[in-house]
């Protein structure tokens, strides 16, 4: 079946460093990927997504490219702020070949503390 | 930006108490979901329905129901609490299509004593 694996956290980071976090994912089919971010005391909300492979997602100054070849997905920022602290979570849904729809499989969340 | 609303926000409750998690969400949309979220952070989707009358189980098990009588509205009912159904429970929503995004809800942290 699907699954994702995130690098364990907490990450903590001083302000304006740079941030990688870890994602792979094993898959049939071709899947979609997603960043979602979980602020606290708030739900999750979609941070990038890609589609297929080699695929940049960007927004907020975050990037993953989909890589099909390491079927990987890191999440990269090159200057983090304090106001990114949160959990971050990749994802995958099912593709066209499996039918899965879009119940997202999760990984296991990475906590990101930027301090100052 | 989000549209879908979860009641209520905290909840703490007795052993063998039945309850049901509040989910409503106004965009329209036909898929909803529900996952479970233990202390690791690890999330779990327990049902989920891709429109009215359509309920099925996800990939976790779960001693819960869900109904789905109008798009709106997805609650998930327990019928007897236990200490181990404590943990978040979050509702989301989606337009359909497999690389469409989910909504969240803000989630209902359940205790049960």
């Known amino acids: 079946g699907n699954s994702v694996t995130q690098m364990e956290g907490p990450v903590t980071l001083s302000e304006e460093a740079f941030l990688t976090i870890n994602c792979t994912y094993t898959a049939t089919g071709y899947p979609s990927l997603f960043w979602y971010v979980q602020y606290p005391g708030e739900g999750l909300q979609l941070l990038l997504k890609?589609?297929?492979?080699?695929d940049k997602g960007s927004n907020k100054g975050f990037e993953a490219t989909y890589r099909k070849e390491t079927t990987s997905f890191h999440l990269e920022k090159g200057s983090v702020q304090v106001s990114d602290s949160a959990v971050y979570f990749c994802a995958l849904s099912g593709g066209i070949l499996t039918g899965g729809g879009n119940k997202l499989t999760f990984g296991t969340g990475t906590q990101l503390k930027v301090e100052l | 930006e989000a549209d879908i609303y979860q009641t209520p926000r905290y909840l703490v409750i007795g052993t063998g108490k039945k309850i049901t998690l509040e989910c409503s969400q106004t965009m329209g949309h036909d898929k909803m979901y529900w996952y479970q979220q233990d202390p690791g952070m690890e999330l779990h989707l327990i049902h989920y329905s891709y429109g009215v009358n359509s309920t099925e189980k996800g990939d976790l098990s779960s001693e819960s129901t869900v109904s789905r009588i109008r798009t709106e509205h997805f609650p998930l009912t327990l019928e007897s609490a236990r200490p181990s159904h404590t943990s978040q429970y979050l509702c989301a929503s989606s337009e359909g299509g497999f690389n469409e995004k989910l909504f969240f809800g803000s989630g209902t942290q359940l205790s049960v004593l």
């Open positions: 890609a589609t297929k492979a080699d």
